[in-house]
């Protein structure tokens, strides 16, 4: 090849990878631990349809759910290191990470409804709770609702004396373990993707979950009953790696800002339905019993769990559980 062409082609073949570099999609890889058919597992598709339709491809999002990519511990670490960008924990896993004040949402009947819970995801308190986050190298995007919680085991939990002895699966967090101690049981702390076999094999006997989580999860195939006795809440905060986020280019991440805000509506939207379905399709089953428990029982569950709020008040602080406490008198409810 003459000199000249040779010019040319090498040229053009830099333009060419040029404008291919100039072009690659920004990569968010969303990782979590979830099934694909649950509040989460939706509003993480969806954020992703609106993600790439807003930044008109320039971000292209990689949604790896079911702890295909990383379990629970896992995942923060990787997102830390810049692994993954993206994940939507449950507030129950921020303890690890040093964040113990997440844990307020554990607490027992700390919510009286998603009113109350929305006024402080939505607030103040949500938007704090974000900032220490930040010197984790951590930013806090979005809130997403799952539910309230029910308890299963293979024997009828109604009241807190059949809890007496059980080993109950826990998510991460100190608020678990002293609500399952007040109850009589023993915890023990597992990662979400283990929980199945756990329960199947009698590593544990029972656990608490959402039942969007339960039903597609398959855990009812291994627990003969469940207690709708919505002790506790489970939700989500959308987080993303701070650096990853602050070195976006400002239009991206405004656009991806618009995305998010969309997608928690969807979230939000579909949470309590979601959980409905996924309890009428265990009943469905005919496998498993479920139990709702009358006042008296309810009564006896409070009275178990109200010591709870007073043993972690030095972990998660006082004023944070008064601020929460507040809200909810704030809308008449405590
Ligand atoms: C669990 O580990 O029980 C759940 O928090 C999993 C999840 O992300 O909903």
Redesign the pocket.
């Known amino acids: 090849m003459k000199l000249k062409s040779l010019v040319f082609a090498l040229s053009a073949a830099a333009i060419i990878a040029g404008n291919a570099c100039a072009q690659a999609p920004i990569l968010i890889k969303f990782s ?3 099934a694909n058919d ?1 509040p ?1 597992g939706k509003a993480a598709e969806r954020f992703k349809e609106l993600a790439e339709k807003a930044t008109k491809g320039r971000v292209k999002v990689e949604v790896y759910p079911n702890s295909t990519l990383y379990k ?1 511990k896992e995942e923060l670490e990787a997102l830390q290191l810049g692994a993954v960008q993206m994940l939507a ?2 507030l ?2 921020f303890g690890p990470l040093g964040v113990k004040e997440f844990e307020v949402f554990d607490l027992p009947y700390i919510f009286p409804s998603k009113e109350v819970l929305y006024r402080v995801t939505e607030g103040p308190i949500g938007k704090d709770l974000f900032k220490k986050l930040e010197p984790k190298g951590i930013t806090g995007l979005a809130y997403w609702d ?1 539910g309230f919680k029910v308890m299963s085991a293979n024997k009828p939990l109604h009241v807190p004396a059949d809890f007496r002895g059980l080993k109950m699966r826990i ?1 991460s967090s100190k608020v678990l373990d002293a609500q399952m101690r007040a109850l009589g049981a023993n915890p023990q702390v597992l990662a ?1 993707s283990e ?1 199945y076999q756990a329960l199947q094999t009698g590593v544990v006997d029972g656990t608490e ?1 959402p039942p969007s ?1 339960l039903y597609t999860q398959k855990m009812h195939e291994v627990q003969k009953h469940v207690t709708i006795s919505n002790h506790g809440y ?1 939700g ?1 905060a959308v987080i993303v790696n701070k650096k990853f986020w602050d070195g976006l280019p400002p239009d991206i991440r405004t656009a991806l800002e618009g995305a998010m805000k969309d997608a928690t509506k969807y979230a939000n939207a579909i949470a309590q339905q979601e959980n409905d379905a996924a309890l009428a399709a265990v009943q469905k089953t005919g496998k498993t019993t479920i139990y709702t428990l009358n006042d008296k029982e309810k009564a006896e569950w409070r009275k178990a769990l109200a010591p709870v709020q007073t043993q972690m008040a030095d972990r998660i602080g006082k004023d944070l559980i008064a601020a929460v406490n507040k809200e909810a008198a704030a809308l008449g409810q405590k």
């Open positions: 979590h631990v979830v649950t989460k629970d924990p449950s129950a896993k799952n998510q979400f929980v979950n989580n489970l989500y």
